[in-house]
């Protein structure tokens, strides 16, 4: 599971008809020691109804699809969870 916070949405008029109804935030990884962004953004299907500037939990591989009632779908990763604070 990572951390970081969602900096934008994707729009997406035509869909895969398993992605239809889902939404799509950008997410910027980031590393817990220091805070700092980490790699590249990427694309998250949302499960928590998270916004811009919100502190989220995602994961990545199969377990992305667990969250949704198509749990085969075709996803790379996904918001499972918002992060209130974080305390080192």
Known sequence: ?????????????NKWTDLVGLKFLIFQPMDLE???DVGATLVTA???YAGEDDLVNYVTSKEASFPF???Y?????AVVGH?????L
């Open 1 to 13: 599971m990572f951390l970081g916070p969602v900096v934008g949405t994707v729009w997406a008029t």
């Open 69 to 71: 009632e198509r749990k």
């Open 83 to 87: 992060g209130d604070r974080i305390d």
């Open 34 to 36: 220091n805070g700092e």
């Open 46 to 48: 949302d499960s928590q």
């Open 73 to 77: 779908t075709a996803l790379d990763a």
